[in-house]
């Protein structure tokens, strides 16, 4: 029974973070209802798990305690009067972020072992590849509806299941690095062919979604994973080389493993040539044209400018922050408090800032910001503990996780993507991963330390027990 219930809350995160994607992100009523009504399903059979075990068995990660305070301010600015400027809005809000941080505490309590990690990174690049090809089918079969029957009434230029191409492009974003690393990972020739080829079908519908944040981000992210790859690669060379040396087998060795960090730039470079002449296949002059900013606009020359696309929304969030400075204006409230802080005649109805590190600021001011940068701090120190793994599987869905959490903190400079349900729930997910990666890694380091001592140690005795017979 245990055992049925563990499955079936790990199939369970799957299903959502799934659903959350189809749903248009789950940003309509319905949909947050059903995935947050879910979550609580998925709560309790892990209570009733516990009750079956008859121990209570949780894994707190350090990135758990910033969320935590943020909740904990969410839940004040709810119930103290005069804390939100909406206090309905944040209580919906506070709401969506105990969902958020449940789903957290699942996947960091369930996908714990090689293999649920290993599952859930398959799982992940089919879900990308799946939404990229879905979104490239819609691309050139567009008749103005999502999923072909219901009908686009946003302005927003809609990409897959989602209605603004960003988003499409920012949850894509975090699966193409995770995708990347595992082909360039040693886990077998067919497994790294469809990781290649997911990455590349990911990498054309991110780029024909035309997100310059997208494009941007995950131009950052690939570069971050070669980086990564490459100081792991020299790292590993040097323990090789030494041990190597310690076993008198010389130099030579050690040598031919440093010529092997250029493969994951290699990798790359394919992947990216293959985006290249997918893109060209299909019709670059589009995403040209975006790039060089040549769009409907509202300026009068008719070309976009930083400050028309999202400079002034911007400037009144400062604003917003300065008159807001401790605890800002409520979680979710942002909306409701835009009008009284914009330099316009306050007609706008603005509901985001499009940078989500602004946005926090906006919403719970210096306290909620510092939460937020404890959050980042941790999460640093732990990608970089998980990317130390020996096991070549686990040190790619590392170096990947890595690159899809560092491709959506840069995204979320120029959108909002974090406060999508779909788009937060991955990320949060990758951040448990990750977590979970870091104890894999710093176990393994252990064992192989023990073993080493314990060589050393063998090696002492059969010295002493040599000296003493001479």
């Given at each position: 029974m245990s055992a049925l219930l563990d499955r079936a809350i790990t199939a369970g995160l799957f299903v959502v973070l799934a659903f959350t994607a189809l749903a248009h992100g789950a940003v309509e009523p319905w949909s947050v209802a059903v995935w947050e009504m879910t979550v609580a399903l998925l709560i309790l059979m892990w209570g009733v798990k516990w009750a079956v075990d008859k121990r209570i068995s949780l894994k707190v990660p350090a990135a758990a305690l910033p969320f935590a305070g943020l909740l904990a301010l969410g839940i004040a600015q709810s119930a103290v009067s005069g804390l939100s400027m909406d206090a309905e809005a944040t209580r919906s809000a506070t709401l969506a972020l105990v969902s958020a941080f449940s789903i957290?505490?699942?996947?960091?309590?369930?996908?714990?072992?090689?293999?649920?990690?290993?599952?859930?990174?398959?799982?992940?690049?089919?879900?990308?590849?799946?939404?990229?090809?879905?979104?490239?089918?819609?691309?050139?079969?567009?008749?103005?509806?999502?999923?072909?029957?219901?009908?686009?009434?946003?302005?927003?230029?809609?990409?897959?299941?989602?209605?603004?191409?960003?988003?499409?492009?920012?949850?894509?974003?975090?699966?193409?690095?995770?995708?990347?690393?595992?082909?360039?990972?040693?886990?077998?020739?067919?497994?790294?062919?469809?990781?290649?080829?997911?990455?590349?079908?990911?990498?054309?519908?991110?780029?024909?979604?035309?997100?310059?944040?997208?494009?941007?981000?995950?131009?950052?992210?690939?570069?971050?994973?070669?980086?990564?790859?490459?100081?792991?690669?020299?790292?590993?060379?040097?323990?090789e080389t030494h041990d190597q040396w310690s076993a008198g087998s010389g130099r030579k060795a050690g040598t031919r493993r440093k010529r092997s960090i250029g493969g994951p730039a290699l990798l790359v470079l394919m992947i990216v040539i293959t985006i290249g002449a997918g893109i060209f296949w299909i019709g670059s002059d589009p995403v040209?044209?975006?790039?060089?900013?040549?769009?409907?606009?509202?300026?009068?020359?008719?070309?976009?400018?930083?400050?028309?696309?999202?400079?002034?929304?911007?400037?009144?969030?400062?604003?917003?922050?300065?008159?807001?400075?401790?605890?800002?204006?409520?979680?979710?409230?942002?909306?409701?408090?835009?009008?009284?802080?914009?330099?316009?005649?306050?007609?706008?109805?603005?509901?985001?800032?499009?940078?989500?590190?602004?946005?926090?600021?906006?919403?719970?001011?210096?306290?909620?910001?510092?939460?937020?940068?404890?959050?980042?701090i941790i999460v640093g120190r732990t990608l970089f503990n998980a990317a130390k793994a020996q096991d070549p599987v686990v040190s790619g869905l590392a170096i990947g996780g890595a690159g899809g959490i560092f491709a959506m903190l840069s995204h979320s400079l120029f959108d909002f993507n974090l406060q999508l349900p779909s788009n937060g729930l991955l990320f949060l997910t990758l951040v448990a991963v990750q977590s979970n990666l870091a104890a894999v890694a710093s176990r393994r380091r252990v064992k192989v330390y023990r073993k080493h001592e314990a060589r050393a140690e063998g090696a002492s005795l059969d010295h002493d027990a040599a000296a003493a017979t001479y």
């Open positions: 957290f505490m699942i996947g960091s309590n369930f996908l714990g072992s090689r293999r649920r990690l290993r599952a859930a990174a398959n799982f992940l690049v089919a879900l990308g590849l799946g939404l990229a090809v879905f979104g490239l089918i819609q691309h050139f079969t567009w008749n103005g509806s999502l999923y072909w029957f219901r009908p686009n009434t946003q302005t927003a230029s809609p990409f897959g299941p989602f209605v603004n191409h960003n988003h499409f492009a920012g949850l894509i974003g975090m699966i193409i690095p995770l995708a990347i690393a595992l082909a360039a990972s040693d886990i077998g020739l067919e497994s790294r062919l469809f990781y290649g080829f997911a990455a590349a079908v990911m990498g054309i519908a991110s780029v024909l979604a035309l997100s310059r944040g997208g494009m941007i981000s995950l131009t950052a992210a690939l570069a971050f994973v070669v980086a990564m790859a490459a100081i792991r690669r020299m790292q590993h060379s040097r323990d040209i044209s975006r790039v060089a900013k040549v769009a409907s606009s509202p300026g009068p020359d008719k070309t976009e400018t930083f400050f028309t696309s999202r400079g002034w929304i911007w400037r009144d969030t400062i604003a917003m922050i300065e008159a807001n400075p401790i605890l800002g204006v409520g979680l979710g409230a942002y909306q409701t408090a835009y009008p009284m802080y914009s330099a316009s005649d306050g007609s706008l109805i603005v509901a985001q800032s499009h940078n989500d590190y602004l946005q926090i600021v906006a919403d719970a001011g210096i306290v909620g910001g510092a939460l937020a940068l404890w959050f980042l």
